[in-house]
């Protein structure tokens, strides 16, 4: 059974920074499209990056420049660098995986209904 388990989140101030992970088991990693996705409260769960399992990676216009979205195929995790945190940052944020060797449907970011794998999300929370 796939299993996606992110970590990392927590409470920091503007202007930080935080690294999220998402340990991926039972899986083929490399050459997987795979993702970041957020939902603030109140509000519809939005597109953040994705990464085509090797290089090419697209991110929202909103972290375009801040977030860095990469994979450790040997150690089967997938990351979210996050600088320059803003107070809209905060959200619970979810890993999401298309199934073993799956490559992205399109090019840029991918939609929700591409992925058929996802974690429990992890909370980010930015002060002021």
């Known amino acids: 059974q796939v299993q996606l388990v992110e970590s990392g989140g927590g409470s920091v101030q503007a202007g930080g920074s935080m690294r999220l992970s998402c340990v991926v088991s039972v899986y083929t990693f490399r050459g997987t499209c795979m993702g970041w996705f957020r939902q603030a409260p109140g509000k519809e769960r939005e597109r953040v990056a994705s990464i085509d399992g090797v290089v090419r990676t697209t991110y929202a216009d909103s972290v375009k420049g801040r977030f860095t979205i990469s994979q450790d195929n040997a150690q089967s995790t997938l990351y979210l660098e996050m600088n320059s945190l803003k107070p809209e940052d905060t959200a619970t944020y979810y890993c999401?995986?298309?199934?073993?060797?799956?490559?992205?449907?399109?090019?840029?970011?991918?939609?929700?209904?591409?992925?058929?794998?996802w974690g429990k999300g992890t909370l980010v929370t930015i002060s002021s």
């Open positions: 999401a995986a298309r199934k073993s060797r799956g490559l992205c449907v399109r090019a840029g970011l991918q939609p929700e209904n591409a992925m058929d794998y």
